[in-house]
T-cell receptor
Framework: GAGVSQSPSNKVTEKGKDVELRCDPI?????LYWYRQSLGQGLEFLIY????????KSGLPSDRFSAERTGGSVSTLTIQRTQQEDSAVYLC?????????????FGPGTRLTVT | KQEVTQIPAALSVPEGENLVLNCSFT??????LQWFRQDPGKGLTSLLL?????REQTSGRLNASLDKSSGRSTLYIAASQPGDSATYLC??????????FGTGTRLTVIP
């Protein structure tokens, strides 16, 4: 079956512009996660959605970052007024929580470059 | 906050050698531990998932062990191949929410 997909695969934007990154999770997966991988650093958790519950936004680095998940499926991560330090690979993952496995499946990522 | 450390940061071995990658974590109250592989410019591929109640998992030439009480996991790769060259990431899950990742071990298998 289809895995997690993300678009665009690459995005170059000018400092100060807004960007939207999209994630399509695996069909039937109820949980969706966003992570950020900066050059030379580990993966950093950003936000977690589970069903209709309020998202866990504890990892968002500033109020310029927001995310939504429509209809319990597709998610969009929005970064407003982008800064050069936002340059990173943004990874999305999804998980099927029933059965207690919680195994996360990752998409290929979106490489964001802020110039 | 859970902290995950992977040693070594980089490893280079000749083809055919068996090798062990190490992962340690500071809080033993984990739900599961996942090992991933990341190829340059690519996303993460899940290799093995160990639940907190398990001691090890095996898939082909890969074997992952978990010692929760000491906060350690190892990934054993048997008979390494050049195609195994990648960065290997260890991630600790504390429930349904986020994973805590180590910074990875970059493995190079020399033909």
């Amino acid at each position: 079956g289809a895995g997690v997909s993300q678009s665009p695969s690459n995005k170059v934007t000018e400092k100060g512009k807004d960007v939207e990154l999209r994630c399509d999770p695996i069909s039937g997966h109820t949980a969706l996660y966003w992570y950020r991988q900066s050059l030379g650093q580990g993966l950093e958790f950003l936000i977690y959605f589970q069903g209709n519950s309020a998202p866990d936004k504890s990892g968002l680095p500033s109020d310029r970052f927001s995310a939504e998940r429509t209809g319990g499926s597709v998610s969009t991560l929005t970064i407003q007024r982008t800064q050069q330090e936002d340059s990173a690979v943004y990874l999305c993952a999804s998980s099927y929580l029933a059965g207690g496995s919680y195994e996360q499946y990752f998409g290929p990522g979106t490489r964001l470059t802020v110039t | 906050k859970q902290e995950v450390t992977q040693i070594p940061a980089a490893l280079s071995v000749p083809e055919g050698e068996n090798l062990v990658l190490n992962c340690s974590f500071t809080d033993s109250a984990i739900y599961n531990l996942q090992w991933f592989r990341q190829d340059p410019g690519k996303g993460l591929t899940s290799l093995l998932l160990i639940q907190s109640s398990q001691r090890e998992q095996t898939s082909g030439r890969l074997n992952a062990s978990l010692d929760k009480s000491s906060g350690r996991s190892t990934l054993y790769i048997a008979a390494s191949q050049p195609g195994d060259s990648a960065t290997y990431l260890c991630a600790v899950g504390t429930g349904a929410n986020n994973l805590f990742f180590g910074t990875g071990t970059r493995l190079t298998v020399i033909p």
